[in-house]
């Protein structure tokens, strides 16, 4: 804890509290129950961390928000893209198509230990985990900001809320223009259109709107991994009386992404044919000082991937061989919540709440059989906030859960936010957390027939023993907030313990060869409970607004120390610094010019054979605003990573690597 990284970070925190005692106190302060017009206000409101409606300098966690505007300057084209702003964060990539997003390393390519929200929805898959992010189908114009938690919060979420939380709060239908056009054209093929149709009914009292889209690309240039989806998302908003109210959303994505490898029999080049549907509904009442909400969720992801392999040399034998594999599958999430919120007396406020949720796979490649697995999940949680004095606030909570694979599960938090000045707040919290293993950790069993001249022969991949215990973390922080007419942040100081980490181990196996060949040794996978490990390090936060400028800076320090004969990838899974920054500068005629830097350390994602170098990487965004009548538009020239270098890919050097090249790309935007 004591390199020059820490320091570094703790000087900045320094600074910080330096202007947290310098800035002016205006008006009298935030309420204690703030509404939904306070997150457009002069002080964030954010609804992630606890379940309550909170001023960013009053949370109970790290949180980052990233807004519209925020959103626009980054020239991102995914939402993925945008994590990249967020301190500790680091984005990993497969191919093309296949991303995941991790906080303080321990992460594979199915980032298994993230809690991902559209909408208070759950879309983390229950099969192998981590989120499909390149079929989302959410159109960045729909989005009105992202709430990201850094830092565990099971307490809230439960399971798999393990290193933190992302929430992506689309726009409410009434803010959407009549008609929107948008779309973009540019190098690998990028061909994203978009349609927006909103409109209002019931003299004012329901607002929808529908976006349908298209996303299409080549992916990198020595990779099958072409994507092409199309979306369809609709919400609804009813306001059907003074107290109650109902949210609707329903949508979907269907096409096809690249996989394989060029040049490679055993991973032939070939397409997957996804779809992804979900139906949420929620109903809120508020009556006085209460707010009950109950919430229904239902989503399925289907994917098709028949494909031949074949091998001029299996496991050594010298035997040519051919494999129908079939990586396709199916899941199924079904979830019912409800939520109650109560302020008895001004200073303290509750939610308390239960929720059942159904998951289930079915594939034959992981599982070596075809009908459905389950999972069952049942939970009770419960948050509070106690205003014990002007200065001091107590933040408490937690959640019993219990699944069908790790049995019962507790998650507590306790927070103490000092508000040291009328623009400052020190927090301190201790927070435990835990991540239910998958079902492919627990049940899996893949078994591969490789059909020769000399007869079928039968090699196992994966063969899961069972017997898997939650993975468990127990974080301590303190933190520092910062809001004032121009310079706002927020420094984060952690040290996390990580215990029965899960993670795949390589057991030999026997593999019976037809005669004349004899019997030959295989490593099969198995899934285990194994090392500790100690993260420690800080986050920074800041940004700066002042007239047409605006500049953001993330940075984070990162270090792993670990316990245990696996701990080596821990240790190394996570960069040691990361940092970005982005600017923005308003120029007359209704011109925009942004730009990011972002830096990212080596690091060795964890079942990666390779070692991913430091990562140098620059965007630039060059707008102009248009108006033609009664429409209003904008168009953007974008140019990403410019800098030519490897971005946090996937290195072989065996097989091709994955190389993202400089991409330029127009956009245009129209709406009334």
């Not at 034998?317 to 939520?339: F, I, K, N, P």
């Not at 198995?526 to 390090?537: E, I, K, M, T, Y």
């Not at 190394?572 to 830097?597: D, E, F, I, K, N």
Request: charge should be positive.
């Amino acid at each position: 804890m004591a390199s020059k990284g820490l320091r570094a970070a703790l000087a900045a925190g320094a600074v910080l509290l330096t202007a947290a005692a310098s800035l002016r106190a205006e008006g009298p302060g935030i309420t204690a129950v703030p509404t939904e017009r306070d997150i457009y206000g002069e002080v964030p409101v954010v609804l992630t961390a606890s379940r309550l409606r909170q001023p960013l300098l009053d949370t109970p966690a790290a949180v980052t928000v990233l807004d519209r505007e925020l959103i626009r300057l980054s020239g991102a084209r995914e939402v993925v893209e945008l994590f990249r702003l967020v301190p500790g964060f680091v984005l990993i990539t497969d191919n093309g198509n296949t991303q995941a997003v991790t906080l303080h390393g321990l992460a594979d390519i199915y980032s298994r230990r993230f809690q991902v929200l559209v909408d208070g929805r759950s879309i983390y898959l229950p099969s192998v985990g981590g989120v499909a992010w390149s079929e989302l189908g959410i159109a960045l114009d729909d989005i009105e900001r992202i709430e990201v938690i850094r830092g565990p919060n099971s307490a809230t979420y439960g399971s798999n809320a393990f290193l933190g939380v992302i929430n992506i709060i689309t726009r409410h239908a009434s803010t959407a223009p009549r008609l929107r056009l948008a779309g973009r054209r540019g190098m690998d093929r990028i061909r994203d259109g978009y349609l927006t149709a909103a409109g209002s009914a019931a003299g004012g009292a329901l607002d929808w709107r529908l976006t349908l889209g298209r996303e299409s690309d080549t992916g990198f240039e020595r990779r099958p991994d072409r994507r092409d989806l199309r979306s369809l998302n609709l919400r609804v908003d009813w306001q059907q009386s003074l107290t109650d109210s109902w949210f609707v959303g329903l949508g979907g994505t269907q096409g096809v992404r690249g996989d394989g490898r060029l040049d490679d029999s055993d991973d032939p080049p070939r397409d997957a044919d996804v779809r992804w549907a979900w139906q949420q509904l929620r109903w809120t009442r508020v009556y006085g000082e209460e707010e009950l909400t109950v919430q229904l969720f239902h989503q399925s992801r289907k994917s098709s991937e028949p494909y031949t392999a074949r091998y001029t040399n299996l496991k050594g034998t010298g035997l040519s061989a051919v494999a129908s594999m079939d990586e396709s599958y199916a899941s199924e999430r079904a979830d019912l919540e409800v939520q109650w919120m109560r302020e008895p007396r001004p200073g303290l406020r509750w939610v308390l709440g239960a929720s059942a949720r159904l998951d289930r796979v079915r594939t034959q490649r992981f599982f070596g059989r075809g009908d459905w697995l389950e999972n069952h999940v049942q939970r009770l949680f419960g948050t509070f906030e106690i205003a014990a004095s002007r200065r001091l606030t107590v933040h408490g909570g937690a959640m019993l859960e219990r699944d069908g694979i790790s049995g019962w599960k507790l998650a507590p938090r306790l927070a103490l936010n000092l508000r040291i000045h009328p623009r400052g707040t020190l927090r301190l919290a201790v927070s435990r957390a835990h991540r239910t293993p998958l079902l492919v950790e627990e049940r899996g069993r893949t078994v591969d027939t490789f059909v020769t001249a000399l007869g079928d022969i039968q090699v196992p991949l994966i063969v899961a023993s069972g017997g898997l215990t939650a993975e468990r973390i127990l974080s301590r922080e303190i933190g520092l907030v910062v809001h004032g007419r121009h310079l706002t942040g927020n420094l984060r100081v952690f040290r996390e313990d990580l215990s029965d980490a899960i993670h795949a181990i390589g057991r030999p196996a026997t593999v019976s060869l037809p005669p004349p060949l004899g019997p030959v040794s295989v490593k099969a996978y198995d899934f285990v409970n194994g090392p500790s490990a100690v993260v420690q390090g800080a986050e920074l936060e800041a940004a700066w607004r002042r007239g047409p400028l605006l500049a953001r800076l993330g940075y984070a320090y990162t270090a792993i120390g670990g316990r245990g004969p696996e701990a080596e990838g821990l240790e190394r899974s996570a960069p040691r610094h990361t940092w970005s920054l982005l600017a923005g500068w308003r120029l007359p005629r209704g011109w925009t010019l942004s730009g990011v830097y972002y830096y990212i350390g080596k690091f060795q994602a964890l079942g990666f054979a390779d070692e991913i170098g430091a990562v140098r990487r620059l965007d630039l965004r060059l707008a102009r605003r248009v108006r033609r009548g009664g429409s209003r538009g904008e168009l953007a020239l974008v140019a990403q990573n410019l800098l030519d270098t490897y971005p946090e890919t996937r290195q072989r050097p065996d097989k091709a690597p994955n190389f993202f090249d400089t991409r330029i790309f127009l956009e245009a935007r129209m709406e009334r």
